[in-house]
């Protein structure tokens, strides 16, 4: 490896491991304010599947789309969210990404091309797939990167976009995170078959990738997202991948669908940040002591930005009709 290939890949490498901390960091706070009463409503952690949102987005420009789902914290963060708005969002707060009104599934950052996380299964799948055919349209080389759950590929929307996205050879990439279960239930017991021949079925070029590999994942995308700016797409990727927590922050007690020893196998043995910081280290792209003090800087950046965000202010009552009515004059008009 050359010396000028070697500063790339440290610089590119270091920031994805520094974007998957961020993430599995922003996670662990969210987790905190809910379990002590602080964030309203429910959220879905992400921890466990950062490589999966890190590896597609780092391949990313920002004028590229992406979608994403009710498990969204990490597609936002991987796509360029800050701390202090994602919190502020969580918490209801008007500094938010959406004002306070998203919350935790409903968070949209169009200044990094993110056109918003989805509680519905699936439902972003026709939002990603009209991005692609806008740049089409205008003659721009902009993808779309849609995020979605195994659980997903049941709905019937999936098979409705990916026939046009065939049909009209569309900008747009379906990542499927296929983390083994679909809320409480075995993938293998709700999906016959193989999910990459569903894509296949309508001509759509699908990979399987190892979504705990950063790189494997960041390589795959590169190539398609290339691909895809020539004209190629559409296509399809399965990311498998693990969801650490349980379906919700609320779902405690999980062994009736999955065993402890299941999760501690996962998380000693595939966990994707452990596996990238010790291929740092191996290859001399960065020492135990820098590796410390980047964690610790994400960590001190997430305590401020959650300090931030508790004494935050809450919309105004009067916001109540924000980005309902067209002729309703608002903060931000």
């Not at 799948?125 to 849609?146: E, H, N, Q, R, Y």
């Not at 994707?272 to 820098?290: K, N, Q, S």
Request: aromatic share 8%; charged share 25%; with cysteine.
């Amino acid at each position: 490896m050359s010396p000028a290939k070697k500063k790339t890949n440290s610089e590119d490498y270091l920031r994805m491991y520094r974007q998957m901390v961020r993430i599995r960091t922003f996670e662990d706070n969210a987790n905190q304010l809910y379990l002590s009463a602080k964030m309203p409503g429910l959220t879905h952690m992400y921890s466990g599947e950062e490589a999966v949102a890190v590896g597609i987005c780092e391949a990313l420009e920002t004028t590229d789309k992406i979608t994403s789902t009710h498990r969204g914290h990490g597609h936002c963060v991987a796509k360029g969210a800050a701390f202090k708005e994602m919190f502020c969002e969580l918490l209801g707060k008007e500094e938010g990404y959406c004002r306070g009104k998203g919350g935790s599934m409903h968070i949209a950052d169009q200044s990094n091309g993110n056109l918003g996380a989805n509680a519905i299964v699936g439902g972003s799948m026709g939002i990603a797939t009209g991005a692609a055919f806008t740049s089409k349209l205008l003659g721009k080389d902009d993808v779309a990167v849609c995020f979605f759950g195994d659980g997903a590929t049941a709905q019937g929307l999936m098979y409705e976009v990916m026939n046009m996205a065939a049909l009209w050879k569309l900008p747009v990439i379906y990542a499927c995170e296929n983390n083994g279960y679909s809320e409480y239930t075995k993938t293998e017991e709700i999906a016959a078959g193989s999910i990459t021949a569903r894509a296949e079925a309508f001509g759509i070029e699908a990979h399987q990738v190892d979504g705990q590999d950063v790189l494997a994942v960041n390589k795959l995308t590169t190539d398609l997202v290339a691909r895809a700016r020539k004209g190629e797409g559409p296509f399809f990727m399965e990311l498998m991948t693990y969801r650490y927590h349980g379906h919700h922050v609320g779902d405690i007690n999980r062994e009736y669908y999955r065993s402890k020893e299941e999760e501690k196998d996962w998380k000693e043995n595939r966990d994707p940040i452990i596996r990238f910081r010790a291929y740092l280290v191996e290859e001399g792209l960065a020492t135990e002591d820098e590796i410390v003090a980047m964690n610790d800087e994400i960590s001190a950046d997430a305590d401020a930005a959650v300090k931030y965000a508790l004494d935050a202010k809450y919309p105004d009552a009067s916001e109540v009709d924000m980005h309902v009515f067209t002729d309703i004059k608002h903060a931000l008009a």
